[in-house]
């Protein structure tokens, strides 16, 4: 007779399939038209959406045109004044489709699964229950915007474009902040998974969402470019690939319209000599074999000390195996289907990449079909494609390393920055490495947590901007109008008409501390009134490079306390003081007087912005550390040449910047003077670096350079050229108001978010 330890030995799973009937009686209402005033259009052109797993047709729905964008942006931007007028409206509503989604999990689960591919289990335990948690938590900012953010107006229209991976969630991501804020939005889902975002739509109806304050258009690339296109939209939001969204920093560029993006990643999972190593394991589930890996912020780059790595490979590779891929409306499944042919064939393909560049794979099992089973690829050198292009499948590679630097520095080697994982019981390593490592979010002893009230994003080619907390509301609120001020004109390099009195004085190029010829060894004549001020060194591109590399070695601001640094600008603010007389000869007193009040005004702040601890809704602290972005670009305005230049440079290198300033075009002379200043008040070399010349060609320069993380501009006239520069590396670029405040601090750091446990 068979022994019940025996059964128990030997059973396989048995299928628990749900049921889809539910699902399949609203997907007999299509083909479907489009979501737009309130109402569904009738069809237009149609597209399938498939079923992955069964490899059917689920649904039609319309390929929306321009004239549809167009209709959509119309109805948004009617709709916009009303809604934004009315705060408690706004509370109800978003609170009201929390209600009404919770009531319809169970279909919008099925529905999502069915569409993209993922598991039940995962849809039904975690899409779902975050979605309505993004809605109640935006309710709530709706009722608090008026005391929280006094200032703040919403942006208008938000043209929103979102991914297949998170199709539900990233829209919640999306409307619930830009609604609170009291937006209205244009969203576009992912032409591959549009089914929820319309069954939100009829949710919308439900929840009494006025007409136009939500429109959702069907399509593809084309529709996401038309609407980014569009004058009428006031924001872009957008979360994709890192291509695309350098395309439309690219479109946008110069149009004066908010941008965040969310792209993609290469994230570390670094497990160090003392970890968990059984938590570990369970964290590489989570990190890459949660919803097929499709996962911008997936730990697809597993670093383990090499002290560890036989043991946690072995471990790791037997776990592998006991995952169930398959039909993702069985509640046992773990890896469901891939989202389309196309992506698995992109899997398939970089995994074939990675063998051939000498990578060795282990493989579980999946069935035939649209499905991947999950791999490890180990023996991965830094030179795999492998190791640096993101795969967007259940595909993890394995290094190791032998010290904790070593794992910084294969954590850091990387285009992208958005989150890491780390694994250590010893939370004094794991804090430091936490402070060194490059991402937006990092996740101490855990991976993949998300929660509406933290922030999330990423620095580097994972794109700016935060969603969720506080940071994410900020990012759908216009606070200050930026600048608006004169062109710089051409440069004349000569004649300069009358000679000044006394000695003719030589400006230089300030660089790493000293003052330097500009590299073409040409100046000219700065003029007023006809009355030539001295000469201004010619900075070039050279110039800029080398200012760049100047601020990249002075990496010692950054590290320095807020206190330190307050320090220095006092005695900066003490130096300006005693050269009153000198620079009174370039700018008027008034400004030099403001100028001083500056200097102490963001001494005074140096070491008080402090970050925050966020209340999730798990035994974590979750803690929004405000960085330093490393080296900016500063271009300041052509008026006030003093204090227009102080009000970019102080608040940057308070906040512990090193920076590279183009000065005003018509007098740079002011800033010119503040080099030797700055030297002379403890400012280290290469912390600000100073180069005039003609500022178009210079800020092209910056905008352009890699090693420059971030831009602030006070020049309207560049706007453009920048903003289409700085897509290559997708630096964010601020625009900056006139004045001073804490707008201007926070606008010179980004969040890093980093869980730590506690009290779990
Ligand atoms: P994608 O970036 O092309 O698509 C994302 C969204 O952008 C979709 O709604 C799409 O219709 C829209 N879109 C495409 N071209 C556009 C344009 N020119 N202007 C405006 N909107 C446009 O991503 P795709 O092709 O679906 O996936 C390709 C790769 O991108 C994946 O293998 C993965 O590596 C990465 N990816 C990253 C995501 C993330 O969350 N970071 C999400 C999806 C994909």
Redesign the pocket.
Known sequence: MTQIAEILETMAYGPAPESTSAARDWLARGPFGLFIGGSFTAPGTLFDVRDPARDVVLAQVTQAGAADVDAAVQAARAAHPAWEADAALRARVLYALARQIQKRERLFAVLESLDNGKPIRESRDIDLPLVSRHFTHHAGWATLLADEFPNARAHGVCGQ?????FPLLMLAWKVAPALAAGNTVVL????DTPLTALLFAEICLEAGVPPGVVNIITG??AT??AL?AHDGVDKIAF???TE?GQ??RRATAGKGRALTL????KSPFIVMGDADLDAAVEGVVDAVWFNQGEV?CAGTRILVAESVAEMFRKRLISRMKTLRVGDPLDKSTDIGAIVNTA?LA?IRDLVAQGVAAGAVAHEGTAPEGCFCPPILLDQVSPANPCASE?I?GPVVTLQTFRTPPEAIELANATRYGLAASIWSENLTVAMDMAAQVKAGVVWINATNMFDANAPFGGMRASGFGREGAREGMAAYLRKNDAAQGAAPGTIDPLPGTGAPEGLDRTHKLYIGGAQKRADGGASWSVLRDDTRLGHAPLGNRKDIRNAVEAAHKASGWTRMSGHQRAQVLYFLAETLDHHRDGLAALVPMAEIDASIARTLYYAAWADKLSGAVHNTQSAHVTLAMREAFGVMGLICAEEAPLLGALSLILPAIAMGNRVVVVPSQANPLAALELGPMLGASDVPGGVVNIVSGPVAELAKTLAGHDDVAALACAQPSVAQLIEAESAGNLKPVWHAPTGQGRDWLEAMVQIKTIWVPYGA
């Open positions: 474009i979102i991914p297949w991976n576009k889902p992912a032409e593809d690339g996401g470019a980014v979360t994709g690939s695309v395309i439309i969310e792209l993609g990643g911008c992506q992109r993101e967007f």
